[in-house]
């Protein structure tokens, strides 16, 4: 079972900022107010999957695999992202992006990072196939960088080298601070020229498909 935190709205907490707007820096046509984070719950889990599974759906295609294969590769991996997970972050915390009436994806946040509270450190943030490019995952990122900005915290984050999201990232204000095979681990912070408060992502530019990331993405293929 997934772990639950209290979602009470604390000032300047991501619920709060979604709830209130995010200061004019979520792209035109994004109704804030519809954007809300939800406790996890056990019944969540068949939708948890679906979200885990829609992330690599491209990369099953490429496979050659029965359905039934596929099937068990992703249970497997599902499983095992969700025990490193709960390992090497006990205190992430975990949500279910709602859109409206809708569960739409899911996020995972860990603020404790070594035990300190300077850094937000976004593991996974991942919306279904038929929910993206309606800048729901903008609205989310330009809320946890208003959240850091107004604590004077990082956000770091991984995400792999050749995904689109990247470039989405630097745009962002986003460095590189490790550069791996797989992944590269990139920091924003309030202090940047660019970012969330300086530099709202551009309507004129497609919305970034929110990918699965995280320092602790447990794939046996990798």
Request: aromatic content about 10%; glycine content about 6%; overall charge negative.
């Amino acid at each position: 079972m997934l772990d639950r935190k209290s979602l009470a709205p604390t000032p300047n907490s991501l619920s709060a900022i979604l709830a209130q707007g995010t200061g004019g820096y979520v792209p035109s046509g994004v109704s804030v107010s519809e954007i809300r984070l939800a406790p996890v719950y056990p019944s969540d889990d068949p939708f948890l999957y679906r979200t885990y599974a829609s992330t690599r759906a491209e990369e099953m295609a490429l496979t050659g695999w029965t359905a039934e294969q596929q099937e068990s590769f992703l249970r497997m991996q599902y499983e095992a992202q969700r025990r490193s997970y709960r390992m090497q972050f006990p205190n992430a915390e975990y949500r279910v992006i709602r859109r409206g009436d809708s569960a739409v994806g899911r996020l995972v946040i860990d603020r404790t990072i070594d035990r300190t509270p300077e850094e937000i450190l976004v593991l996974d943030i991942a919306v279904l196939p038929e929910f993206r490019a309606q800048k729901i995952g903008s609205t989310l990122m330009q809320a946890i960088m208003q959240e850091a900005s107004q604590a004077a915290k990082a956000v770091r984050l991984h995400v792999e080298r050749f995904n689109p999201a990247l470039r989405w990232y630097e745009r962002l204000g986003f460095g590189v601070v490790n550069d791996g095979s797989i992944y590269l681990e990139m920091v924003w912070r309030p202090s940047q020229a660019s970012g969330c408060c300086n530099q709202p992502a551009s309507d004129s530019e497609p919305d970034v498909q929110e990918p699965a990331f995280g320092v602790a993405y447990a794939d046996s293929s990798d």
